[in-house]
């Protein structure tokens, strides 16, 4: 059935709708056959261009991703070199003046071993975001060896008390009599 306003004057069946009068006319099978048909071919037609759209919207959000995964990695990179750069003659020179050691004096030498130390753990530091990097790239398979949990604890321990220097703190190391001697672990990343 085909609706027309009142203007169009093709009266057959008066309704009133919403306030509107309208008339109904006899349905023509060949119209209604023809309409049908393009509202199902707009309807494709409709879908297929939604399809088309995301397609094409996910592509730019997936380039647009790896952009992003690109620049956090020359990012990190460049991070690490300017990290990597003044740490290497840090430890150089840290590590010769500790072969002078007849020069120094007790706290000098504790002042040196401290700098010495605190290089390396920002060397493990710089190391570890970059293995963090390359994990994202490849896996990083861990190297585990027997490491002795008394001497792993003790330089941390030790590098602590150093750091906290004159501070009123005590730092103790006590390890349960039970705990295994020996660990496998690669230590370098504990």
Known sequence: MLLL????QVPSRRVE???ETWFAAPANPVLTSALLSFAARAS???ALVTLVLGNLLLWRLTRRESQLVRLRADFV???????RTPLTPILGYARLLLR???HLDANQREAIELIHESGQRLHRVVESILDFQRLRAEPVVPQPRPTTLRALLSQVVDAGR????DAPVEMRLELDPDLPASVLCDGTRV
């Open 5 to 8: 306003t009142a203007s169009e």
């Open 17 to 19: 709708l919403l306030g």
């Open 44 to 46: 494709l037609v409709l």
């Open 77 to 83: 990179d460049v991070v690490s070199h300017e990290l």
């Open 100 to 102: 002078k050691e007849e």
């Open 162 to 165: 150093r750091l906290m220097g």
